[in-house]
């Protein structure tokens, strides 16, 4: 029987956007949960997304370090028009 090893990476703190007008608010705490949105609940296709795509699967492969992906997750949501939560009003943000 062969043995398989996973590993968990490390994503570090978790990273909270606003992520619809109503102000509901995602909190991405896994590299998984990460690249599942970014290939199942992105709303857009664009070369932001394509990076962090590609710098997520990286850091699950330990090509690149998780620091990288999480920056260029940070961008691809800043392009799809996510905002992060701390910069928006307790009175208009609920947890999703």
Known sequence: MK????IEINWGPPLS?????????QKFSTIEQVKYWLLKR???????????LKQVDAAMNCIVPVGVARRAFA??????????EDLVGYATRRAA
């Open 3 to 6: 043995d398989i090893w996973l």
């Open 17 to 25: 956007f606003v992520v619809s007008p109503d102000g509901d608010v």
């Open 42 to 52: 992105w709303p857009i296709a664009d070369d932001a997304r394509s990076t962090a």
């Open 75 to 84: 961008a691809a949501a800043r392009s799809a028009g996510y905002i992060p």
